[in-house]
């Protein structure tokens, strides 16, 4: 099977010693003839994004061009692939008449489903997902103003926030969840929208290299780049400026502020690349 079209939000099946196991791959970086991916559904049971606890470890590995140890599956691991723009249109008429609706104002060049609709996994509250690549300046532009117009606004902020709370406190959550756009309520239909960089795999071909970590405090001077996946920022601390990446929905969209976290470091050619997905945290400073 080729893996080389399998980027960010992919839903995969594969083989790797559990039975019926759903996976998601991540990022757009994988090494040649595999794929970087965390599981998603082990049985009847979904696990947490991002928790290595319960991954064979002969599946992880270092990764240069991500710069940290990351599970890597072969081409042999993966039974069958659930291309998310297939999955949108076996599934499409089952979905809200309100999601398909924000589908069709936002207008993307390409749109797919992912998550638990994209599985038949999905439960009476869960959430929508999609993957959407286009014109994203002007997608978000679509959201701003379908907020404007009151269509869209926070909803199930209790239930949404039991898929967050390991890392963000209800007091963050519950002052975030009223500005958020990709991951909010449309006509109180829940969704949540990952607005893609690119829907072709980046070269594996850059050495990052890891700094360790920073615990402390941060300034978010530039967020112009918050609504995209990952979410990009610049930051501040101790007078010098960084990157912060990351691709949790969780912290997308964060204004310009202060914070406190614990982010892991690496350099790369851009310069400090800081993220607190794996094993780190960030949190508002009033």
Same mark, same amino acid.
């Given at each position: 099977m080729n893996l080389d079209e399998l980027i960010e939000g992919w839903v995969i099946r594969v083989s790797v010693g559990f039975?019926?196991?759903?996976?998601?791959?991540? &990022?757009?970086?994988? =090494?040649?003839? %595999?794929?970087? #991916?965390?599981?998603?559904?082990?049985?009847? +049971?979904?696990?947490?994004?991002?928790?290595?606890?319960?991954?064979?470890?002969?599946?992880?590995?270092?990764?240069?061009?991500? &710069?940290?140890?990351? =599970?890597?599956? %072969?081409?042999? #691991?993966?039974?069958?692939?659930?291309?998310? +723009?297939?999955?949108?249109?076996?599934?499409?008429?089952?979905?809200?008449?309100?999601?398909?609706?924000?589908?069709?104002?936002?207008?993307?060049?390409?749109?797919?489903?992912?998550?638990s609709w994209a599985v038949f996994n999905e439960r009476d509250y869960s959430d929508v997902d999609l993957l959407v690549y286009g014109n994203h300046a002007e997608m978000y532009k679509t959201l701003r103003d379908l907020k404007t117009e009151g269509l869209i606004e926070a909803c199930r902020l209790e239930e949404r926030f039991y898929k967050v709370g390991d890392k963000l406190s209800w007091a963050d959550y519950s002052r975030l969840a009223y500005s958020k756009l990709l991951d909010s309520c449309f006509k109180s239909r829940p969704y949540t929208l990952r607005i893609l960089r690119s829907i072709a795999r980046e070269p594996c071909s850059d050495v990052l290299t890891p700094l360790g970590y920073y615990t402390g405090v941060f300034e978010i001077v530039d967020a112009s780049e918050s609504y995209l996946t990952p979410a990009r920022y610049i930051a501040e601390a101790n007078s010098r400026r960084f990157i912060v990446e990351t691709w949790h929905t969780r912290y997308s969209e964060l204004p310009l502020g202060t914070y406190k976290g614990k982010l892991r470091l690496v350099a790369s050619r851009e310069g400090v690349i800081a993220s607190p997905d794996i094993d780190g945290w960030v949190s508002m400073v009033d």
């Open positions: 039975a019926d196991e759903v996976w998601v791959v991540r &990022g757009y970086r994988h =090494p040649t003839g %595999s794929v970087i #991916a965390t599981p998603y559904i082990r049985g009847s +049971r979904k696990l947490k994004p991002y928790d290595f606890s319960n991954i064979p470890v002969w599946l992880s590995r270092y990764v240069e061009c991500i &710069g940290r140890v990351a =599970p890597v599956l %072969s081409n042999h #691991a993966v039974i069958s692939v659930f291309d998310p +723009r297939v999955a949108l249109r076996i599934r499409r008429a089952e979905l809200w008449p309100e999601v398909r609706e924000l589908i069709e104002y936002m207008n993307p060049e390409w749109v797919g489903l992912t998550g």
